[in-house]
């Protein structure tokens, strides 16, 4: 199995630019997680899905965040307008079952914004 | 104030050393996690557990449900252990959101 996969690996991009990131798990797991990692704030989830369907999006800073799940092998995050501190490291994972199941994540997209 | 405190925040030790991270939280917890992320950035998940001791290779994790602490035992430790190690744990509130650490940080010295 490739793992969980992610791209681009590296973003910079100038304030107020769109910013999109992709994800695509482990075949055959049904809960995907978005985090966010920065020095200050460590890892943070931002929304998890299960079955495709967005089940926790609390951790979404603003609306200038959205995150989808078009089917059971991509998922997308979003960030419009995006703004220097967005930057941080955003990564990815999936697993079968939830929380009480070990985490597969992505490599993680390390994001600057100008 | 977070909720999970990982000890030490930052530790040198010498090739071949045993070594001992801990970790405390507060409240009921699921699971317990402990995650690797390596100075690349990449993160993997050691162990999950919920009750007792788990062992892989040169790694041991034990948790003690009633005092609210894990440990991560790390033995002949090598240079290629160095990396950021993570608690993290599920409540049990029903979220699904895992609490992180912020990590503690290991050089292992050759």
């Known amino acids: 199995d490739a793992g969980v996969i992610q791209s681009p690996r590296h973003e910079v991009t100038e304030m107020g630019q769109e910013v999109t990131l992709r994800c695509k798990p482990i075949s055959g797991h049904d809960y995907l997680f978005w985090y966010r990692q920065t020095m200050m704030r460590g890892l943070e989830l931002l929304i998890y899905f299960n079955n495709n369907v967005p089940i926790d999006d609390s951790g979404m800073p603003e609306d200038r965040f959205s995150a989808k799940m078009p089917n059971a092998s991509f998922s997308t995050l979003k960030i419009q307008p995006s703004e220097p501190r967005d930057s941080a490291v955003y990564f990815c994972?999936?697993?079968?079952?939830?929380?009480?199941?070990?985490?597969?994540f992505g490599s993680g997209t390390q994001l600057s914004v100008l | 104030k977070n909720e999970v405190e990982q000890s030490p925040q930052n530790l040198t030790a010498q090739e071949g050393e045993f070594i001992t991270i801990n970790c405390s939280y507060s409240v009921g917890i699921s699971a317990l996690h402990w995650l690797q992320q390596h100075p690349g950035g990449g993160i993997v998940s050691l162990f999950m557990?919920?009750?007792g001791k788990k062992k892989h290779g040169r790694l041991i994790a034990t948790i003690n449900i009633q005092e609210k602490h894990s440990s991560l035992h790390i033995t002949a430790s090598h240079p290629r252990d160095s990396a950021v190690y993570i608690c993290a744990y599920t409540p049990t509130s029903g979220t699904y959101k895992y609490i992180f650490g912020t990590g503690t940080r290991l050089k292992v010295l050759a």
């Open positions: 557990l919920s009750s």
């Open positions: 994972a999936s697993n079968r079952q939830g929380p009480n199941e070990k985490l597969f």
